[in-house]
């Protein structure tokens, strides 16, 4: 099984990617989430974020 590492925001469009790398036989070995200086609507919601990484089965990383 080939593995990944992806970006991810726990937006629709992170997920929907997360979803069709396990459909095509990778394995997402853990989830980056990038945080800018100033607001983010993400970062606000980072417990959320979290909570979609772990319903995902994978790791959430922070940078």
């Known amino acids: 099984m080939n593995r990944c590492v992806t970006l991810f925001t726990g ?3 992170s997920v929907f990617s997360i979803l069709k790398a396990k459909e095509y036989g ?9 945080e800018k200086p100033g ?16 319903n995902a089965g994978t790791c959430f990383g922070s940078t």
């Open 11 to 13: 937006g629709k469009e």
């Open 39 to 54: 607001f983010s609507v993400h970062k606000v919601n980072i417990q959320a974020v979290k909570a979609v990484a772990q």
């Open 26 to 34: 990778y394995r997402v070995e853990e989830l980056v989430f990038l």
